[in-house]
């Protein structure tokens, strides 16, 4: 793993370690810049097989950046990133979904949603509708079947985004922030599903800022600050005992502002 | 001012007893323009959203192109196909010339360039919106056109209205290689053109009256039809 800069970088716990024989997705010395700026350096990354992995880290860290790259979506400058020891390629991809912060519907109903994803996985008849009405049921969205899916709710549009997610059966599901600006039940929804989905044996990796969430849904945790892995570990770990900076900083509840400065105070010379 | 109403007057009367005459004229011109209006949208629609959605070389030259050629003199339009469809030219043999059918080749190339560059931006920003759901999900590059197209319908309803318009009321292209032959060529501008020139003016008002009620009626009937897809959250 790169080392940081950060006070106390981090290594993989030894539990951690003990838990993490077969990888499924591998990324290493991961680069990526935009507009002359570097967001991503070195991030070496590792995610279990049926695992449920969350990244984490403050905004601009770098976290929605890095589920694009693991998803394929984009592609790193330098490093390189496995599936199940082999290349990220379109079979990777195929195994693969993801759910984006601000759910992406079609301008159809919401069973025209379900079925075109699973249209494109080359499902027909009756497979496609058994699928249909299981991720409907599973969901709570069969009576909003016909409907179309831009007039639900964003709970429901985010249910929908989930089970047209999981619906093509991947073996890797990718969450980007999926509970940002939801109710309470709307996002216990969501994690039910998300549970749910771990249970049967797909691989989870989330991001979240939320702290109840993180508790309540991650093994592992890949803590990013400024582009950078800060930490890695157990979810017990990170959330409860961060040994980075950042990470303790995230617990804290503290703005983390670089190596030599401890807070927003600091930073600007004022004491409070 | 009198002399206005009177011909006002005069042009509505020839609407209400539907003159045959007028009523061959406006067939003509909505077979004319209908025909020309859908193979520009079955050559503009796939043309602006493959142009909006991959990524080529020449790409950006095709696009500059594309909004160029809306603004395409139907004049000198009119005088290529003219060119072409003449005894002497390539598809002289096709006899085309002075036919309803020279004047749809004219209105569609006027109208693609018009269909195909709006249809462009409309799925380019649709795209912008799925793109990443579509890579996530694997769509290939013919499912990603036929759904950007099918999910913008509402959309290019109006740009089809937008061609709908420009053919409608084009005069100098069918002008030139229809020749506004009685009973064969004669469309609703032609007309106008023509009545007016010879002092004619009730029939020419009333047939700029139908071509507005036209104009009109389909507007309406379009933007109604993407209101209650906007209601419906489909557009």
Same mark, same amino acid.
């Given at each position: 793993?790169?080392?940081?800069?950060?006070?106390?970088?981090?290594?993989?716990?030894?539990?951690?370690?003990?838990?993490?024989?077969?990888?499924?997705?591998?990324?290493?010395?991961?680069?990526?810049?935009?507009?002359?700026?570097?967001?991503?350096?070195?991030?070496?990354?590792?995610?279990?097989?049926?695992?449920?992995?969350?990244?984490?880290?403050?905004?601009?860290?770098?976290?929605?950046?890095?589920?694009?790259?693991?998803?394929?979506?984009?592609?790193?400058?330098?490093?390189?990133?496995?599936?199940?020891?082999?290349?990220?390629?379109?079979?990777? /991809?195929?195994?693969?979904?993801?759910?984006?912060?601000?759910?992406?519907?079609?301008? /159809?109903?919401?069973?025209?949603?379900?079925?075109?994803?699973?249209?494109?996985?080359?499902?027909?008849?009756?497979?496609?509708?058994?699928?249909?009405?299981?991720?409907?049921?599973?969901?709570?969205?069969?009576?909003?079947?016909?409907?179309?899916?831009?007039?639900?709710?964003?709970?429901?549009?985010?249910?929908?985004?989930?089970?047209?997610?999981?619906?093509?059966?991947?073996?890797?599901?990718?969450?980007?922030?999926?509970?940002?600006?939801?109710?309470?039940?709307?996002?216990?929804?969501?994690?039910?599903?998300?549970?749910?989905?771990?249970?049967?044996?797909?691989?989870?990796?989330?991001?979240?800022?939320?702290?109840?969430?993180?508790?309540?849904?991650?093994?592992?945790?890949?803590?990013?600050?400024?582009?950078?892995?800060?930490?890695?570990?157990?979810?017990?770990?990170?959330?409860?005992?961060?040994?980075?900076?950042?990470?303790?900083?995230?617990?804290?509840?503290?703005?983390?502002?670089?190596?030599?400065?401890?807070?927003?105070?600091?930073?600007?010379?004022?004491?409070? | 001012?009198?002399?206005?109403?009177?011909?006002?007057?005069?042009?509505?009367?020839?609407?209400?007893?539907?003159?045959?005459?007028?009523?061959?004229?406006?067939?003509?011109?909505?077979?004319?323009?209908?025909?020309?209006?859908?193979?520009?949208?079955?050559?503009?629609?796939?043309?602006?959203?493959?142009?909006?959605?991959?990524?080529?070389?020449?790409?950006?030259?095709?696009?500059?192109?594309?909004?160029?050629?809306?603004?395409?003199?139907?004049?000198?339009?009119?005088?290529?196909?003219?060119?072409?469809?003449?005894?002497?030219?390539?598809?002289?043999?096709?006899?085309?010339?002075?036919?309803?059918?020279?004047?749809?080749?004219?209105?569609?190339?006027?109208?693609?360039?018009?269909?195909?560059?709006?249809?462009?931006?409309?799925?380019?920003?649709?795209?912008?919106?799925?793109?990443?759901?579509?890579?996530?999900?694997?769509?290939?590059?013919?499912?990603?056109?036929?759904?950007?197209?099918?999910?913008?319908?509402?959309?290019?309803?109006?740009?089809?209205?937008?061609?709908?318009?420009?053919?409608?009321?084009?005069?100098?292209?069918?002008?030139?290689?229809?020749?506004?032959?009685?009973?064969?060529?004669?469309?609703?501008?032609?007309?106008?053109?023509?009545?007016?020139?010879?002092?004619?003016?009730?029939?020419?008002?009333?047939?700029?009256?139908?071509?507005?009620?036209?104009?009109?009626?389909?507007?309406?009937?379009?933007?109604?039809?993407?209101?209650?897809?906007?209601?419906?959250?489909?557009?």
């Amino acid at each position: 793993m790169r080392d940081a800069g950060f006070d106390m970088p981090a290594a993989p716990s030894a539990s951690r370690q003990s838990l993490a024989p077969e990888p499924l997705l591998e990324a290493r010395g991961l680069v990526f810049e935009a507009g002359g700026q570097r967001l991503l350096d070195g991030v070496d990354v590792s995610i279990r097989k049926g695992s449920r992995t969350l990244v984490m880290g403050p905004n601009g860290a770098g976290k929605s950046l890095l589920l694009r790259l693991l998803h394929g979506l984009i592609h790193p400058l330098e490093g390189d990133i496995s599936w199940q020891g082999g290349p990220l390629g379109k079979q990777a /991809r195929q195994a693969q979904a993801m759910v984006f912060q601000r759910p992406v519907l079609l301008r /159809r109903s919401v069973l025209a949603n379900l079925k075109f994803a699973l249209s494109v996985r080359g499902l027909r008849g009756s497979e496609r509708a058994r699928k249909i009405d299981a991720a409907l049921a599973s969901a709570g969205l069969d009576h909003l079947a016909k409907r179309p899916a831009r007039v639900l709710s964003g709970g429901e549009q985010q249910r929908l985004a989930v089970v047209r997610a999981l619906a093509c059966d991947p073996d890797l599901l990718f969450l980007d922030e999926p509970t940002a600006n939801l109710d309470p039940a709307s996002t216990a929804a969501i994690e039910n599903l998300v549970l749910e989905a771990n249970a049967r044996g797909v691989t989870i990796v989330l991001i979240t800022h939320d702290s109840g969430q993180a508790h309540r849904l991650g093994e592992d945790v890949i803590f990013l600050q400024d582009g950078v892995v800060a930490e890695t570990g157990s979810a017990r770990q990170v959330l409860n005992n961060p040994q980075s900076e950042p990470a303790r900083a995230w617990h804290d509840g503290r703005l983390y502002l670089g190596p030599d400065t401890r807070s927003l105070a600091e930073k600007s010379g004022r004491t409070v | 001012m009198d002399g206005f109403w009177s011909v006002l007057g005069g042009a509505f009367a020839l609407v209400f007893a539907l003159d045959p005459d007028l009523l061959e004229i406006i067939g003509l011109s909505m077979r004319v323009t209908l025909t020309a209006v859908f193979f520009a949208c079955l050559v503009g629609f796939p043309l602006g959203a493959a142009v909006g959605v991959f990524r080529f070389p020449g790409r950006t030259i095709l696009s500059v192109t594309l909004n160029a050629l809306m603004g395409l003199p139907p004049v000198v339009v009119g005088l290529v196909v003219y060119l072409m469809l003449s005894a002497s030219g390539p598809l002289g043999p096709l006899r085309l010339l002075y036919t309803p059918s020279a004047m749809i080749i004219a209105q569609m190339i006027i109208v693609t360039p018009i269909v195909a560059a709006l249809t462009r931006q409309v799925v380019e920003d649709l795209n912008r919106e799925y793109a990443e759901q579509f890579a996530s999900l694997g769509v290939g590059a013919l499912d990603r056109v036929l759904s950007l197209l099918w999910d913008a319908r509402y959309t290019l309803l109006t740009v089809a209205l937008a061609g709908f318009g420009r053919a409608v009321a084009e005069v100098g292209a069918v002008l030139i290689v229809g020749g506004n032959i009685n009973h064969v060529t004669r469309v609703m501008t032609t007309t106008i053109a023509l009545e007016t020139s010879k002092g004619n003016l009730q029939l020419a008002l009333a047939l700029g009256v139908v071509l507005l009620a036209i104009a009109f009626s389909v507007t309406a009937c379009v933007m109604a039809l993407k209101a209650s897809a906007v209601r419906a959250a489909y557009a």
